[in-house]
């Protein structure tokens, strides 16, 4: 079992859907959670960061973190065009700061 | 807060060439470095870290190896690339113990070995 699953999608919405994006883990002891935003061909830059339970919200986005169910999700509200790109979740222990990542899903935001 | 350059943006090498990549990391001192490589449509594979110079971790097995000669400077190389080798390369740092983990990332190095 991987230590962090995510579903690779392809996830096609229309413009102006909500989008809900998720990852499961199985290491308990993870306490910092964050996604990624990727555009093709490009690095990964930080989109949300997260420590411990919660929600984290920033303009359209907002982070949830549910450890009890060890299930991390992201919404993006009014989705747009310019937001279709891989999301990859990521997690650490705070250990040494070393983060895990799932495979990244897949976002295409039809106009 | 920290930049990291990476380069080439591109390589083309042939089987059984030699291989090195350099990231180097401005506005932070000490950091974690990392080397991922991502297959086409998959995620990021852990390659390589690094807490400290000369300290490096390989976290599978294969034909590529990495140094940290100096504090914010992280080089992987291969002395013979395969067909395997082939895939995005991305060097990314973070903040040592104690620090915030998130990670900072590169603009990847995309080299395909024919």
């Known amino acids: 079992q991987k230590e962090v699953e995510q579903d690779p999608g392809p996830l096609s919405v229309p413009e102006g859907a909500i989008v809900s994006l998720n990852c499961t883990y199985s290491?308990?002891?993870?306490?910092?959670f964050m996604w990624y935003r990727q555009y093709s061909r490009k690095g990964p830059e930080l989109l949300m960061y997260?420590?411990?339970?919660g929600n984290k919200e920033d303009g359209r986005f907002t982070a949830q973190v549910d450890k009890s169910s060890k299930y991390i999700s992201l919404f993006i509200r009014d989705s747009q065009p310019s937001d279709s790109a891989t999301y990859l979740c990521?997690?650490?222990?705070?250990?040494?700061?070393?983060?895990?990542f799932g495979q990244g899903t897949e976002l295409s935001v039809k106009p | 807060s920290q930049t990291i350059h990476q380069w080439p943006a591109t390589l083309v090498q042939p089987v059984g060439s030699p291989l090195s990549l350099e990231c180097t990391v401005e506005?932070?001192?000490?950091?974690?470095l990392y080397w991922y490589r991502q297959a086409a449509g998959r995620g990021l594979q852990l390659l390589f870290y690094s807490v400290g110079i000369g300290q490096i971790s390989s976290e599978v097995p294969q034909n590529l190896s990495a140094s940290r000669p100096q504090d914010r400077q992280f080089i992987l190389s291969s002395k013979k690339l395969l067909l395997s080798d082939s895939g995005f390369y991305l060097c990314a740092c973070n903040a040592g113990t104690g620090g915030s983990p998130e990670a900072f990332f590169g603009q990847g190095t995309r080299l395909t070995v024919v």
């Open positions: 290491n308990s002891a993870f306490q910092y």
């Open positions: 506005g932070t001192s000490n950091p974690n």
């Open positions: 997260t420590y411990s339970s």
């Open positions: 990521a997690m650490s222990d705070g250990q040494g700061g070393k983060l895990i």
